[in-house]
């Protein structure tokens, strides 16, 4: 299976490649002949037959687009934070500690007006950091923005 | 249906009984969209909004103390009542007790209005209708009198 990659950085080839696969079109070989044709004008076209070491961080944030999606499904429609949040899906990201913070914060930020649940995570990896005040709890988007400061202020956001 | 939600959960929701009223959104949940909000998500677990004094826990009777403080009482039937605001509470049966898990609203139709937690926010023809492995059931009906307009 080739997996052609576009890119106007020769140097990050790789990781733009190997992300667009994953996260964009999913293992299939037909997605990854999407990939082929979505660029209008490729100034750079690689192609290998080999798989591609991917960094452990790579590896991070590829396992977690796969738990969150996963944990969409899981949580079906429950409206308790706690059924929400103790799918199993939901526990692996928690278990991935740390390592998960600038993960969760890089997604917080991407859903932007309409965040979802990341907070439960976020207090429990950072070992109970709340930074949301008492007046803005519920509403997810003051939640979202008093985490994000917060990932600010602690150096995870990037 | 079209709806985001696990249809297995929900055998009784089709085309026929049910409509889709809004795009899903994790920004509100059924607790409070019965309540009449749908700008927060209610929940005991600390980080969101618990009105104050009302048990930390998502039970039945934390969920009737939660409604009678918005002027609800425990009512016999979902039957429309012009002058009568109603919300259903529903419950699932566990081997040791009943599990809280979902609240609706009568609409002046007669009709109800869920908030399929994080999913869409829907019309139904009863209360009945999100009965389901979901859900469970309807275990409490509450009314309040309509404010004067």
Known sequence: M??????TQP???????ITSFFLLCGPTESAAQEVCQAPDE???????????????ALERSIRFQMLASEW??????TSSIEQMCTR??????MAMGPDALPLIIGQLKSEGNDPDHWFVALHHISRGANPVPNEDRGN?????????????REGYAR | MPG???????PHLNAASCQITSPATPAYNCIAWAAGSNTEWWDPSGQYYWPPDIPAEFTIEALIQLYEGLGFTVCIGGTLEPDFDKIAIYAIQLPDRRQATHAARQLDS????????????????????????????????????????
């Open chain 1, 2 to 7: 080739k997996h052609w990659i576009f890119s």
């Open chain 1, 11 to 17: 140097a990050s080839v790789v990781v733009v490649g």
């Open chain 1, 42 to 56: 490729p100034i750079y076209i690689h192609s290998t037959n080999q798989p591609v070491a991917a960094t452990e």
């Open chain 1, 72 to 77: 969409h499904v899981q949580r079906g429609a």
């Open chain 1, 88 to 93: 199993p899906a939901y526990l692996s990201i």
């Open chain 1, 140 to 152: 997810l988007v003051k939640m979202s923005r008093a985490w994000l400061d917060w990932a600010e």
């Open chain 2, 4 to 10: 985001s939600w696990p249809e297995r959960n929900f």
């Open chain 2, 110 to 149: 007669g009709e109800w209005t869920s908030k399929l937690g994080a999913c869409e926010d829907i019309s139904h023809t009863y209360a009945e209708s999100v009965n389901g492995p979901g859900y469970g059931e309807v275990v409490y009906f509450m009314s309040r009198p309509k404010p004067r307009a």
